[in-house]
């Protein structure tokens, strides 16, 4: 099924969400696939449909950093680069306090969440807080920011947000902080030298 990217569309996805389902949604860098966190056999379908080993983890996305911190643990300086770039292409790794996300995830003891900069997946996110949100394409192939493209090339998902063409600048760079250290796991659409700055 694929819906618009409005009030009804929203509705609809965000009710397939919370009954298990798997949807295909627009964010600020490119076509991201999810589902309710919480559900473990709605995690497995991801892995599933992506062809994703088993043994990487999967991000989160929230919708505010209030939000983030009902199943993730700040440190001070987490907060300041936070405050700086979301909601924007930055992921960050942090500990996780959520004992039922963590189960269903098949996380240690970390978890890379974000927010994106987006109004349609924020307003999806307002109405379900978390959802899996990594790149809507089988694993090895390159992801995409045109629906079209989304389309022709996955299948098993229940729901397809169309938020048109994204015109971001590709996948979100992923940080780590140990010991007041920044640690680039993926330099994306922010550059070292901008996480640095802050």
């Not at 929203?10 to 919370?18: G, L, Q």
């Not at 009902?70 to 440190?75: A, C, M, N, W, Y």
């Not at 997946?121 to 920011?145: M, P, R, W």
């Not at 992923?174 to 920044?182: D, M, V």
Request: charged fraction near 30%; charge should be neutral; glycine fraction near 8%.
């Amino acid at each position: 099924m694929k819906v618009n990217c409005d009030k009804e569309g929203i509705k609809v996805a965000s009710k397939i969400i919370n009954n298990g389902g798997i949807v295909i949604f627009p964010t600020d860098t490119v076509y991201g696939i999810g589902c309710d966190p919480y559900n473990k056999a709605s995690v497995e379908k991801i892995y599933k449909i992506k062809s994703r080993n088993i043994s990487k983890s999967l991000p989160v996305l929230t919708y505010s950093k209030e939000t983030a911190k009902k199943i993730v643990q700040f440190d001070e300086f987490a907060e300041k680069i936070v405050d700086k770039f979301w909601p924007g292409p930055l992921t960050i790794i942090l500990k996780i306090t959520d004992k039922k996300i963590k189960e269903s995830l098949n996380l240690k003891d970390k978890i890379a969440i974000r927010v994106p900069n987006n109004k349609c997946i924020l307003e999806l996110l307002q109405k379900c807080n978390f959802l899996v949100g990594t790149s809507a394409n089988v694993s090895g192939d390159s992801s995409y920011t045109n629906p079209e493209e989304g389309l022709q090339n996955l299948e098993g998902y229940d729901v397809f947000v169309d938020g048109g063409v994204i015109s971001g600048k590709g996948e979100s760079t992923i940080i780590e902080i140990e010991n007041n250290e920044i640690k680039i796991i993926r330099e994306g659409s922010l550059s070292k030298e901008e996480i640095l700055h802050v």
